[in-house]
């Protein structure tokens, strides 16, 4: 019992910590970025070969990257900050790195409110051996004419191209992978996705993403797809540490809900997104009213139910943000309603929370990383029947789904009070969501979909520029 206690205060203080962290932002990058490659040092071949290969149980069989070993690869990004795209292309970098490719990085439009993220991004990046090139000049042109493979991140940065490769172009075209993770209609310009005929693949997150790209370049812009590879994303290592800690998962579901003011025994839904109507912030507060609604007029004895949006910037100052606010204020419900801020450290709200919201309206996410993520902390999700959550969310086993739009707020509604109401139900949804995870949607299952994308990319390309 003393030996547990012990353990027990040691976990603590490290969760502890890692809530401090996440007070400040240069620390916070540095937690996240840190912990996933912390079994490599810095640079040097040796690293290959200590490194815990990816994925798989130590000591078992080699990174599905191992065959890149020698190659060069430039990744180009067209921003360097703590969004999805970004991170994820970092990500494979580092992947990369790990199997002893030679890495460049171009960041195509530096914002300047970003200079100190950015700048310790870029150092994280040339701590890990990623070289860090500036985004035109002779040099990134001569490295995207001697890489083996290009990386072009998000369809923004297809503008990159035309600015600094100009003549280049076709020389380099062959040999372009296209990691395509969006689907808002404003990325279909002919400015920025006119050479995706001629590239060697396109990675899209998603099917019904990819299915998209197809009929859009199609019907609107006239233009078809190269071969286009699906490949869905992973759960870090280290978000997956702290989900299968249980420790660490009590520390921090008191202390956030202790910030919150909720207590241990009455029960949580959230959204963890940025506020933006197509996150669907404001049907969810529909939906939670009504819910409270159905529960005073069923006359069901069930915990206090509350709401939390996770991904506010009142700074901002948005009519949206506004609207949420006056809506709480307007039905009196501010006591069950939480707001917070922006935060890349999601894991502290995994832990806190009982059910995830992924309310995305319209065509949905492209792919919604925070599902897997949620799923990971063994969450049911209850969500929006589109786009990538479709191809995650199992509806009736791991989740629910509603409609989007106005006609999806009674259905959710409804099933929050199911949720509240069968116990037993709600938390095998999660346990069957934990399960799915590990089944496909972990690190090594991404870095293998991408080693086959990869691999397929390399053959055409070779065999391009042998005939
Ligand atoms: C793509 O077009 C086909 C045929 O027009 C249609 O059935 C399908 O729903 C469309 N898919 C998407 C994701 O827009
Ligand atoms: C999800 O399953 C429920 C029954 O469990 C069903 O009523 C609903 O129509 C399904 N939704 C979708 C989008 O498949």
């Given at each position: ?430 346990k069957r969501g934990y399960e799915r995870v590990k089944e496909r949607f972990l690190e090594h299952h991404m870095a293998n979909r991408i080693a086959a994308v990869l691999k397929e990319v390399l053959r055409k390309s070779d065999s391009r520029s042998d005939s």
């Open positions: 019992m003393a030996k547990h206690s012990v353990g027990w205060v040691a976990a603590q203080k490290r969760w502890l910590l890692a809530l401090l962290v996440m007070v400040s932002l240069s620390t916070l990058i540095a937690f996240f970025i840190r912990a996933a490659f912390d079994t490599c040092d810095r640079g040097g071949l040796d690293v290959v070969d200590k490194r815990v290969p990816l994925g798989a149980p130590i000591g078992t069989s080699p990174s599905p990257l191992s065959f890149m070993k020698s190659k060069l690869v430039l990744l180009v990004s067209h921003e360097l900050s703590l969004s999805g795209g970004p991170l994820l292309l970092m990500e494979l970098a580092f992947l990369l790195r790990g199997v002893g490719t030679e890495v460049y990085w171009v960041t195509t439009m530096k914002s300047s409110d970003t200079d100190a993220v950015t700048y310790s991004l870029e150092h994280k990046m040339l701590d890990r051996g990623v070289q860090v090139l500036s985004e035109n000049g002779q040099e990134t042109v001569n490295t995207a004419l001697k890489a083996d493979l290009v990386v072009l991140n998000t369809a923004v940065s297809g503008k990159w191209l035309d600015v600094v490769l100009r003549e280049n172009v076709p020389r380099v075209l062959p040999k372009v992978l296209w990691w395509i993770h969006e689907m808002r209609g404003h990325y279909f310009k002919l400015d920025y996705v006119k050479h995706l005929p001629l590239v060697a693949g396109s990675m899209i997150d998603s099917h019904v993403t990819a299915e998209y790209w197809e009929n859009r370049t199609r019907e609107r812009l006239g233009i078809k797809m190269p071969e286009t590879f699906v490949v869905h994303l992973g759960n870090s290592k280290e978000l997956m540490e702290v989900a299968e800690d249980n420790v660490a998962k009590r520390v921090l579901r008191e202390h956030v809900r202790e910030s919150l003011g909720v207590r241990s025994e009455e029960l949580v839904f959230a959204i963890i997104n940025s506020v933006s109507r197509g996150k669907g912030q404001d049907l969810f507060l529909r939906s939670f009213y009504e819910s409270l609604r159905l529960i005073q007029e069923k006359k069901l004895q069930l915990p206090k139910m509350h709401a939390v949006i996770v991904g506010s910037d009142m700074t901002a100052h948005t009519k949206f943000e506004h609207e949420l606010r006056n809506f709480v204020a307007m039905k009196k419900i501010q006591d069950r309603v939480h707001f917070v801020d922006k935060t890349l450290t999601v894991a502290p709200y995994l832990a806190a929370i009982d059910v995830l919201v992924q309310n995305s309206q319209a065509r949905g996410e492209c792919f919604g990383r925070i599902t897997i993520e949620a799923m990971a902390f063994q969450l049911p999700v209850l969500g929006t029947a589109a786009g990538g959550t479709t191809e995650i969310v199992v509806n009736g086993t791991t989740g629910l789904l509603h409609p989007v739009g106005k006609a999806g707020i009674t259905p959710l509604a409804n099933n929050m009070v199911k949720l509240a109401t069968h116990v037993e139900r709600r938390l095998t949804m999660g």
